[in-house]
């Protein structure tokens, strides 16, 4: 690998871990890396290969048909459920108890194995829900 893919490696990684808490898709990847970013179809390969080496995951996009990108390598995402904001795109980690009990009550009570690695819960996050409630309530 020459060191431009390099750099565009490290410069996608550092913006990733920048916003762990966010998803990008390849085309907002692309633009938040700036003028002397690697081309598109670079950014997408490389963001294949760092989801093959577990430093980052790819979940469907819920605003449009895609994949989005999150930073992954300490987060320990194989271990728990992700909720995902189908309004702000943001990706959330399920990092309590519920994530065994859920997996618990799926398997006991409907035979079901669920791999929480690759689950994602849509739906809306906190903020965006207030935003929702109060434009309603304002309507």
């Known amino acids: ?6 750099n565009g490696k490290e410069s996608l990684l550092a913006l990733l871990k920048s916003q762990p808490d ?4 390849v085309e907002q990847i692309h ?3 700036g003028p002397d970013a690697p081309g598109v179809s670079t950014v997408y390969r490389l963001c294949s290969n ?3 080496t577990g430093e980052i995951k790819k979940y469907p996009d819920s605003a449009k048909e895609g994949y989005v990108f999150q930073y992954a390598k300490d987060l320990h ?6 909720m995902q904001c189908e309004s702000c795109g943001a990706i959330f980690h399920l990092s309590c108890d519920m994530n065994e009990h859920l997996a618990e009550h799926l398997s006991e009570d409907h035979g079901f194995i669920i791999d929480p690695s690759r689950s994602l819960l849509l739906g809306l996050c906190r903020s965006c829900y207030e ?6 309530g304002n309507a």
């Open 31 to 33: 633009d938040k890396l």
């Open 77 to 82: 995402c194989e271990a728990h459920i992700h």
């Open 1 to 6: 690998m020459g060191v431009y893919k390099t």
């Open 131 to 136: 935003k929702r409630s109060a434009h309603v």
């Open 22 to 25: 966010r998803s990008f898709s």
């Open 50 to 52: 760092l989801v093959r």
